[in-house]
Antibody
């Protein structure tokens, strides 16, 4: 079955760019929709956005100006960049799959990776 | 943006029934998904499209959705059901989550 694994730096300085990748194993990346979701310490879940294998994207309007997602089908990876980070971007970042972009549940999740924004 | 409101916490006696609600404007017209999250773990899908259980999820978990409220019901609650539960929908191609409900099994 499909498995997801996040990777990237655990510490990012304020005003810099957060960069994470998610590797897909056990299935194809060339179908389905791939999302990033984050959870600040002690708080709830926030959807960041999704990317389709073709490269089409949809972002949370609250983050849209700072977020970019991309996909590399040859590596079976999709990526997240968040620019101009502040302490408010400190969170556990999850990657997840949904079978369709705008109606299906997130049925597969990565284990999550902790990102701390601090100097 | 579409807002989903959940009660902060629910307590249930061992073996009894817990009901977790998710409020949203005309949420009955949307497909609602529910996730269980235990401390330090990724969320797990327990109900999709209002009332469907993924394979491996016990029949004790059920869902309903009508009007302005969706409900996740946990029957015969067990200690292992203690967790945070989140509802989620799709609205205008975005995916808001509910505020989350902490379920405590007494």
């Amino acid at each position: 079955q499909v498995q997801l694994q996040e990777s990237g730096p655990g510490l990012v300085k304020p005003s810099e760019t957060l960069s994470l990748s998610c590797t897909v194993s056990g299935g194809s990346i060339s179908s389905d929709y791939w999302s990033w979701i984050r959870q600040p310490p002690g708080k709830g879940l926030e959807w960041i956005g999704y990317i389709y294998y073709s490269g089409s994207t949809r972002y949370n309007p609250s983050l849209k100006s700072r977020v970019t997602m991309s996909v590399d089908t040859s590596k079976k990876q999709f990526s997240l960049k968040v620019t101009s980070v502040t302490a408010a971007d400190t969170a556990v970042y999850f990657c997840a799959r949904s079978l369709s972009g705008t109606d299906d549940a997130f049925d597969v999740w990565g284990q999550g990776t902790v990102v701390t924004v601090s100097s | 943006s579409y807002e989903l409101t959940q009660s902060l916490s629910v307590s249930v006696a061992l073996g009894q029934t817990a009901r977790i609600t998710c409020g949203g404007n005309n949420i009955g017209n949307k497909n609602v998904h529910w996730y269980q999250q235990k401390p330090g773990q990724a969320p797990v899908l327990v109900i999709y499209r209002d009332d469907n259980r993924p394979s491996g999820i016990p029949e004790r978990f059920s869902g309903s959705n009508s009007g302005n409220t969706a409900t996740l019901t946990i029957s015969r609650a067990q200690a292992g059901d203690e967790a945070d539960y989140y509802c989620q929908v799709w609205d205008s191609s975005t995916a808001p989550f509910g505020t989350g409900t902490r379920v405590t099994v007494l």
